[in-house]
């Protein structure tokens, strides 16, 4: 095998592990800004990302004043869920990447899914594995306030 064909062997495995990290999903709303509020959310709507340490997390409670829902986050995990402040971050870098003031969390989803595999094949027949997967989807709403 040539040296070209290892580099590039090599160069592929290593951007496959390094992704490995975590898909943190934005799917914007289309709430349209209503006559009666265009004037303040015009320049809000026109802003665009902040710092995420000015991003507010909302979890037990609504936050006070009017505010616009933009979008939804989802954080999907498989098998371990990572520690909670690990999420708390992931919300507010993507929150404060879209220019959200705050996130509004929502229960997280859980789902498992199952699959069989063949594992073995014996003279006698197919020896097959079933594999259990269960995963966490946490997902919150990034809002901007209408001051």
């Known amino acids: 095998m040539s040296k070209v064909k290892i580099s590039g062997l090599l160069l592929t495995a290593s951007l496959a592990f390094a992704g490995c990290g ?6 914007a709303l289309n709430n349209p800004i209503t006559p009666l509020n265009a004037e303040d959310a015009s320049a809000v709507a026109a802003r665009g990302p902040i710092s995420p340490s000015e991003v507010t997390l909302f ?28 999420i708390f971050q992931l919300f507010r870098d993507k929150a404060a990447e879209v220019g959200a003031d705050g996130v509004i969390l929502l229960d997280p989803q859980m789902a498992v899914d199952s699959y069989t595999t063949p594992n073995y094949v014996y003279d006698w027949g197919v020896f097959y594995t079933e594999t259990v997967r269960s995963r966490s989807i946490f997902r919150g709403m990034a809002i901007q306030f209408i001051q």
């Open 22 to 27: 975590y898909n943190v999903q934005y799917s």
């Open 59 to 86: 979890l037990t409670q609504r936050p006070q004043g009017e505010y616009r829902e933009l979008g939804v986050i989802t954080i999907p995990t498989y098998q371990t869920v990572p520690p909670q402040e690990e």
